[in-house]
């Protein structure tokens, strides 16, 4: 008798339990997988918005540093390759004119590639002017030089960008003293009728990020005496 009282217990209860099975999901279960699910698509999201916005910061980065990259190797081979050619004559001194500049603009001749002319002296004028968005614009013009003058060409092409939207830009010039060593950086260049022995170049972008500095060393320089001796401008 109790042996078939038990068994009828265990029937009702597998009954019980198939039941439910049939029923489906409670209220509460279909609720915490919701809230399950939407954790995990939330933390699926968080993620894929990091990784997104770490890539944009590399490419970014690697953009800047590739603009950084080009400007410093131009204005490098540039400025170094400087000659001791005029291209203006001082009229009140009777000297010529080899090199001009102060904090914003400098003009010097050197030998334009093939690529950006049709190759020999070129007058190099690089000056910083208002840019297209706002801040600063750094850019460079080349002028033919024959005979200590620049010659007017009928096809001349615009000045180029080199960089757009910087803070601040800044030039510096560096001579030998009358003991012959390096003297201070000066933000005006006093003696046009000969190249500065070193030249400095400071930019700011505009996030106010300081580029690495440029300092350019001039070879030809020291056939002119590298700045030394007295003021022509």
Known sequence: MIARTGMRRSARKRDVAHARRIAGF????ILVATTLLAAALALAFAT???????AARGEALAQRSERMRA????????????????????????????FLGDGERMRFVADLPNYL??????????????GSRGGLKLQVG?????????????DARPPETLADGLREVR??????????????WED?????????????IDIVDDRGDAWPRIVVALPQAASYGGGFGQPTL
């Open 142 to 154: 080349f002028a033919m030089v024959m005979t200590n003058e620049v010659i007017e060409e009928p």
């Open 188 to 200: 005006r260049w006093q003696y046009a009728d000969r190249l500065p022995l070193q030249v400095a």
């Open 117 to 130: 002319g049709r190759g020999g002296p070129y007058l190099h004028d690089v000056q910083v002017v208002d």
């Open 48 to 54: 894929l918005r990091a990784s997104s916005a770490a």
């Open 71 to 98: 400007v410093e190797g131009f204005l490098r081979r540039r400025v170094a390759s400087s000659l001791p050619v005029a291209f203006d004559m001082n009229e009140q001194a009777g000297t010529p004119m080899r």
């Open 171 to 184: 030039f510096r010039y560096r001579s030998l003293t009358a003991e012959n060593r390096l003297g201070e």
């Open 26 to 29: 409670t209220l509460l279960e």
